[in-house]
């Protein structure tokens, strides 16, 4: 997915009139689709009129449909197109799964290509000599967080994660300079995490914020990755954001062991060993190709 036309569609879509989000979602959502409908076809699809299309076109700075189509083919051309996701009541379970995977992967792609290389150099190097490390959000991004401490204190790094507005506050009163708060946000607008942010910042601890940028975390932290994922406003929309946050969580956990050498890399192997136990054994696949080879022997016999 081209990361400068949709992402434009998306940046301009609460600036855009009713109507004009109307076409706006139908073209992220069907792009394949619109650079082979004529103008009066599309205004019939999306349910507003023609001149409605001509004015979007106009507000996408093109200067009319054929010039906004031969932009939108020019993305497409680029690579490969995944669509925003759309669920109607009839579609299948194959049909919508479908959709939410292809929606998911173009999410990735774009935060791939968005995210800023020497702001994640930044971030790995202040974890890595960070004394404590906390994460801190609520709701999903509270889910994230926990999966982060889950990750980081594999590390051998002092770690928690908070998403009570409380915990978070003592957490934030006992940092120091040598300390690191991971603050995650879909908006980066919780008025209470901000709260947080800025009791650590007052103590000298380094807040990295995984946010959209422009949001109010992003002015706040100590160092920004930015994480700017369009969330529509439909129900059945899937949160794309959160899975963004945890494939930067994995980045972040994967810097952080490769700069602590292989002494750690040693201790991941044994705490995976120590894991054994608790798993039941795997099945020997030889084991079992004998097994069915015995009982097509005895039917053989058998018969």
């Known amino acids: 997915m081209s990361v400068t036309l949709f992402d434009d569609l998306r940046a301009r879509l609460p600036a855009f009139r009713r109507s004009e989000q109307k076409v706006a979602r139908f073209v992220l959502r069907n792009a394949d689709e619109v650079i082979h409908l004529p103008l009066a076809a599309l205004a019939a699809r999306v349910g507003v009129s023609e001149p409605t299309v001509i004015r979007f076109c106009r507000a996408t700075d093109c200067t009319g449909y054929q010039d906004f189509k031969l932009k939108l083919a020019q993305t497409l051309a680029t690579g490969e197109q995944f669509s925003e996701f759309s669920m109607n009541e009839t579609d299948s379970v194959a049909e919508f799964s479908r959709g939410i995977f292809d929606s998911t992967v173009g999410t990735l792609l774009g935060v791939r290509d968005r995210i800023d290389a020497t702001s994640m150099t930044r971030a790995i190097n202040a974890l890595s000599d960070a004394s404590r490390v906390e ?14 401490q889950h990750k980081f204190f594999r590390l051998r790094i002092s770690t928690a994660a908070y998403s009570d507005p409380h915990m978070q506050h003592m957490s934030a009163v006992t940092l120091g300079e040598h300390d ?9 607008r919780s008025s209470s995490l901000l709260s947080s942010v800025d ?3 007052s103590h000298g601890a380094t807040v990295i914020g995984l946010c959209p940028a422009d949001s109010p975390l992003a002015e706040k932290c100590t160092l920004g990755l930015y994480i700017d994922v369009f969330e529509d406003s439909e ?14 969580i994995d980045i972040l956990a994967v810097g952080v062991a490769k700069t602590r050498g ?7 192997v044994a705490v995976k060993r120590s894991l054994d ?27």
């Open 235 to 248: 129900v059945y929309r899937p949160m794309s954001s959160r899975i963004a946050h945890l494939v930067v």
């Open 262 to 268: 292989p002494q750690l890399a040693e201790h991941l």
């Open 199 to 201: 009791i650590a910042l």
């Open 180 to 188: 690191v708060v991971v603050a995650i946000s879909q908006t980066g």
């Open 277 to 303: 136990p608790l798993r039941t054994p795997r099945p020997d696949p030889f084991d079992r190709a004998r097994q069915d080879s015995a009982r097509h022997r005895g039917k053989s016999d058998d018969q």
């Open 135 to 148: 994460f801190y959000g609520y709701g999903a991004s509270g889910a994230v967080a926990i999966d982060a």
